[in-house]
């Protein structure tokens, strides 16, 4: 899977928009933009995911740039709930299955 | 989504013992599980996926002898540390795979705490 790249922490103040950047420069044309969050000793929590338009669940919405190169998730109301690392990952969809984890996000929603 | 279970949720054990921990579908059937370690503020490391019905495919450096992997059903697969040693305490987190079109979806347990003294 081809490598993503985001800051190593960010702060965010509650009631706030949080603004969440990756880039993956060298994604392919089948690759999908993966979100992925982990909360403290918890296992990953899926978030969103997206190929080339953006999109937007009840959770976030994923901002993915003309040419793929980068992505922004955004929590447009963070909570303190929201503290935790977040993880940009690009996988084939329908090839190997497997979720390569980079080194995430950590992001501090401030009270 | 759909839920993934582990158990225990933590576990302390002697050095030399081995312990077994359990992940489970609850509300889907699985064919393909993951597992995965990860160690004090790192990322997860994917040590095997586990095939139902077939041997695990272990990743490069992960010792197969020593992390047993067993998934003799569709919603349960097992993880066995074999004569475990302190550095093998870790946080081990599983994930299933739930088929389904238009693509499959990993779904992660809550993760299991090994302590080995």
């Known amino acids: 899977d081809a490598k993503t790249t985001q800051p190593t922490s960010m702060d965010c103040a509650e009631g706030r928009a949080a603004n969440l950047p990756c880039n993956h420069s060298t994604i392919s044309g089948n690759e999908y933009v993966y979100w992925y969050r982990q909360i403290h000793s918890q296992g990953p929590q899926y978030i969103i995911h997206g190929l080339k338009n953006n999109e937007t669940n009840e959770m976030a919405s994923l901002i993915i740039t003309e040419d793929r190169k980068s992505s922004t998730l955004i929590l447009p109301h963070a909570t303190l709930r929201d503290t935790a690392v977040y993880y940009c990952?690009?996988?084939?969809?329908?090839?190997?299955?497997?979720?390569?984890f980079g080194k995430g996000m950590k992001l501090t929603v401030n009270p | 989504g759909a839920v993934v279970s582990q158990h225990p949720s933590w576990v302390i054990c002697k050095s030399g013992t081995s312990v077994k921990i359990e992940c489970r579908s609850l509300?889907?059937?699985?064919?393909?599980m993951f597992w995965y370690r990860q160690f004090p503020k790192q990322s997860l490391m994917l040590m095997a996926t586990?095939?139902?019905?077939?041997?695990?495919?272990?990743e490069q450096g992960v010792e197969k002898d020593k992390f047993l992997i067993n998934h003799a059903s569709l919603t349960l697969s097992t993880l066995t540390v074999t004569s475990a040693h302190p550095e093998d305490s870790s946080f081990y987190i599983c994930?299933?795979?739930?088929?389904?079109?238009?693509?499959?979806?990993?779904?992660f347990g809550p993760g299991t705490r090994l302590t080995v003294l």
């Open positions: 509300d889907f059937q699985a064919t393909t």
């Open positions: 586990s095939n139902e019905g077939s041997k695990a495919t272990y």
């Open positions: 994930s299933a795979l739930q088929e389904q079109i238009p693509y499959n979806e990993q779904f």
């Open positions: 990952i690009v996988r084939v969809v329908g090839g190997s299955e497997k979720l390569v």
